[in-house]
Each structure stands twice: as structure tokens, then as C-alpha cells.
């Protein structure tokens, strides 16, 4: 009896650590909680202030290009991006131009058809790719500058997506003047982006887009996307 009264002090002992283990466990565990809530709201309004900031950067007006350039690029996704680039090569606002993103099953005789008045002008001086995304159309763009020893270009695309655009050329071009001519659509000049559940989620859609497209580019270098690109394109001459 006397070996176990001596025991029972040492097991309270052990219990006792064991729950204050415990407890200073449960302590460490809600401060990493609170942590992550903490860093997970400054996160969440960080991408919101970065969402305004972009949906203002938006234009919502066209503007002539602030000047020429030696060729001119559009990237396709709507009949209008490609008039008014073709209308920018009649002007003179550069000596060539790249229609990027064509559909495989896209015929020349088919844009044609778009512009009917500057056929000349398609015969002459217009190349397509057929890139599949604003990546490839940024490589395709790159191999068509230096094919041609351009060093400036006029970009046009839709508004909502020029950030995007602008960032993937001037990361694989970092040497070559780029002056943007964005295409507003009609819904986005008729109303503002927030009253528009559409448009809204068009916007939001292309900022994440862009989000990705900024990391990826400072953790990818220009050499290991080119690698993975599925190779050269058809250009057309």
C-alpha cells in the first residue's frame, strides 16, 4: 500500500503535463487559425481592390493609335477586331499585317468576306496563325516579328482583353514597341460593366486570367513555355 500511495502523486503529475500539452496545443492551433483567417481576408480584399483597379483600367472609348508601327497584330475572338485591324493597314498605321488565332477551317476567301473593299490589301500584306490561345498568339506574334525584322506593332483586341494581351507580348517581346488599340464591344459601350451580370462575369473572368497569366510569367521562364508550345504554326504569306 505504501509503494502505491507513493505512485499515485507521479501519475497525477503525468496527467497534469499531458493536459497542459494538450491545452497549449489547442492554444497554438486556434492563433495558426486566426492567422489563416487574417491572411485569407487580406488575400480576398487584395483580389477585390485588384479587380476594381483592372475594371477601371478597362477603356471604355476607342482611340486612334498615338502612333504608327512597323506592322500591325490582332488577335481574333469577333468579326469587328478584324475589320477595324485591316482598316488600320489601309490607313497606314503599319506596313503588314498578322491576323493571330484563325480557326483551322477559317478560309482567307472567308475574312475576305468581312471587308469586302480591301481585298487588295488582304493579297498583299496580311499573314494569319492559327494559335489556339493568347500565349500562343504572343510566340506566333514573336516569330513573325523577327521573321520580318519589325521592331513596333500596333495590338488589337477587345478591351476587356488587352491587359492580358499587352502582358503576354511584352513578355515575349520585351524589346518591341507596343501601341494598343483596343475594340470596344457594343454591350460594353452601351452600358457599365456592373450593371450587366454578363459582362461582370466576363470581366471578372479575364482578371483571374490575368492573375494566372502574372505568376506564370515570373515563375516560367520565356525558353520552357516556348518548349511546351506544340510548335510553329502556318503562316500565311
Known sequence: MAGSDRMAPDASKGRGAHDKSRLTLR??????????????LIGVLALLIGFFWFAWKV?????????NADGIVVLTGGASRIADAIELLASKRGKRLLISGVHPATTAGEIARLVPEYG???N???DIDHSVNT????????????????????????????????????????DIALVPFPVITDKMRAEPWWSSG???????????KYIVAQIRIRLVPVSVVSAFSGGRVSVRN
Open 27 to 40: 492554444r497554438a492551433a486556434r492563433s495558426v487559425w486566426r492567422s489563416l483567417k487574417v491572411i485569407g
Open 120 to 122: 487588295s490589301l488582304l
Open 124 to 126: 498583299c500584306c496580311v
Open 198 to 208: 454578363s459582362t461582370a462575369r466576363l470581366l471578372i473572368s479575364e482578371y483571374l
Open 135 to 174: 500565349v500562343g498568339n504572343a510566340m506566333e506574334t514573336r516569330r513573325w516579328v523577327k521573321e520580318r525584322g519589325f521592331h513596333s506593332l500596333v495590338v488589337v483586341t477587345s478591351s476587356y482583353h488587352m491587359p492580358r494581351t499587352m502582358l503576354e507580348l511584352a513578355h515575349q517581346m520585351p
Open 59 to 67: 477603356p471604355v472609348g476607342e482611340v486612334a493609335p498615338r502612333r
